[in-house]
């Protein structure tokens, strides 16, 4: 069974940065697998925020966060990054890694009900 655990969270002014880390288990090897942040503020649904398969590296993110959150993965260490910059307020949210099988190749925003595998989310606060 894949299991996901979030670190970094925290409190961020405007304009700051912050990393994410997942690191995933369970498995010997993720190869096929797409690994995804969600975020989800209070009131709102679950939202897509980045993913990236983890053979290849590929890497995909909704129009909300491109150009200022970069998604990576290490795959010796199996773990996954969200390198957030030029935060906002808005991206106040908490936040989720997820995991599925199967690779994703972009032309269409990826759901959270696909993905079976989450950890327990961390809240990200961005300050005015």
């Known amino acids: 069974q894949v299991q996901l655990e979030e670190s970094g969270g925290g409190l961020v002014q405007a304009g700051g940065s912050l990393r994410l880390s997942c690191a995933a288990s369970?498995?010997?090897?993720?190869?096929?697998?797409?690994m995804a942040w969600f975020r989800q503020a209070p009131g709102k649904d679950r939202e897509f925020g980045a993913a990236?398969?983890?053979?290849?590296?590929?890497?995909y993110y909704a129009d909300s966060v491109k150009g200022r959150f970069s998604i990576s993965r290490d795959t010796a260490e199996r773990t996954v990054h969200l390198h957030m910059h030029s935060l906002k307020p808005e991206d106040t949210a908490v936040y989720y890694c997820?995991?599925?099988?199967?690779?994703?190749?972009?032309?269409?925003?990826?759901?959270?009900?696909?993905?079976?595998?989450w950890g327990r989310g961390m809240q990200v606060t961005v300050s005015q």
């Open positions: 997820a995991a599925k099988p199967g690779p994703y190749f972009g032309g269409r925003t990826l759901s959270a009900s696909e993905f079976g595998s």
């Open positions: 990236i398969n983890w053979s290849g590296g590929k890497d």
């Open positions: 369970g498995r010997t090897t993720f190869t096929g697998y797409t």
